[in-house]
């Protein structure tokens, strides 16, 4: 039996080199004095027909730069080895894409590098296919949003102007109603008028809270700021939790695009407490920052650890990319109650304080 470990001069190194599924070469004096099989094949040469080569004929008029300064820090010994990526030039014209770490050595008695390379060009095409596609569906995301906020606010205007005027009009009509059956001594027509018009007022009440789940009205009409705390009261009192709310002393006025999706990100995070939260306390907060818009909403429920996910639950997600839209960043924490803490900012060139409503 050999004896173990072997020598490093008793190592079949050129035929593993040979071999290796990774590209492998030296140059010296900046032609490649030595390539395997690999590593010529990048290129669509055999080793042949590639050894000999410069290395700027063999990268792309955009590469050639950075890579000869690379070649030469460690030639003049300022680095050791570097490790990057460049783009190379294969025979047909085409860039293929290479990773490469190349460390000095001595050839010949003169410097030279000896370094390993990659083809990493499907890696990198997978890569910007994906991010593309990332693209895309971001756009498409943000048409659908869109699409839908005016479709909103259509259907809130017909159900406000057109069916709120039809009710009251009834509504005036059931009051005459009302008033000529007391006239008539007819109690039981009384009655059943008099519980109509009960009747038709409730249902003002709930076409107008249709038509602001749809779209407020004062989004328009008042801002940002006062449909935050109509909705907030409103939330509280429905569903018996205590809320608190803190806006900016100076006036707020939002691009149209920016304080509705503002209002969709509150919107959406009150849904999730009344659903998932178990929330007593609510606390929304408003604020201007130097070049920030800030908005806070926290809540003392159980937090989202405690509420596991629910397959196909796009709330969080739809969240975030309302706020991308409008150029914001969206967080999520834990309350100082124990609840979940939403943080939202949006740059100020989205949200300038003006004179105005609030």
């Given at each position: ?253 939002l691009p149209p695009a920016s304080a509705t999706q503002i209002f969709r990100i509150v919107q959406e995070a009150l849904t999730n407490v009344q659903r998932h939260a178990q929330a007593r306390q609510v606390e929304l907060s408003l604020h201007l920052a130097p070049q920030l818009l800030l908005l806070t909403l926290r809540d003392d429920g159980c937090g989202m650890d405690a509420s596991p996910r629910r397959p196909g639950a796009m709330g969080l997600l739809g969240m975030a990319e309302r ?36």
């Amino acid at each position: 039996m050999a004896d173990l470990p072997l020598d490093l001069d008793d190592v079949p190194f050129r035929g593993i080199v040979e071999q290796s599924l990774a590209g492998i070469y030296v140059v010296l004096d900046e032609r490649f004095a030595y390539a395997n099989d690999t590593f010529a094949a990048m290129f669509g040469y055999s080793r042949e027909d590639f050894v000999g080569r410069h290395m700027a004929d063999c990268v792309t008029a955009d590469s050639i730069d950075e890579v000869m300064r690379n070649y030469r820090l460690r030639i003049r010994g300022e680095v050791a080895s570097i490790h990057y990526f460049t783009k190379g030039r294969h025979r047909d014209g085409h860039a293929i894409h290479l990773e490469l770490h190349a460390s000095k050595v001595e050839c010949r008695g003169r410097p030279a590098l000896a370094g390993v390379a990659l083809d990493v060009t499907q890696r990198v095409r997978a890569q910007e296919e994906l991010r593309n596609s990332r693209e895309r569906l971001r756009e498409l995301a943000q048409h659908l949003n869109s699409a839908r906020e005016t479709e909103r606010a259509r259907l809130a205007r017909e159900v406000h102007d057109v069916l709120g005027g039809m009710l009251s009009s009834a509504k005036f009509d059931v009051s005459r109603m009302v008033r000529r059956s007391a006239a008539l001594d007819a109690p039981e027509l009384h009655t059943i008028a008099a519980d109509l018009l009960t009747l038709m007022q409730d249902t003002i009440d709930t076409a107008r809270s249709i038509s602001d789940q749809l779209r407020p009205v004062s989004l328009d009409a008042h801002g940002l700021a006062s449909t935050l705390q109509q909705t907030l009261q409103r939330f509280g009192t429905r569903h018996g939790i205590q809320v608190s709310l803190q806006l900016p002393a100076a006036p707020l006025q939002l691009p149209p695009a920016s304080a509705t999706q503002i209002f969709r990100i509150v919107q959406e995070a009150l849904t999730n407490v009344q659903r998932h939260a178990q929330a007593r306390q609510v606390e929304l907060s408003l604020h201007l920052a130097p070049q920030l818009l800030l908005l806070t909403l926290r809540d003392d429920g159980c937090g989202m650890d405690a509420s596991p996910r629910r397959p196909g639950a796009m709330g969080l997600l739809g969240m975030a990319e309302r706020a991308q839209e409008i150029g914001g960043r969206l967080e999520f924490g834990r309350s100082p109650q124990g609840g979940v803490e939403l943080m939202l900012q949006v740059p100020l060139d989205h949200a300038t304080p003006e004179a105005g409503h609030a």
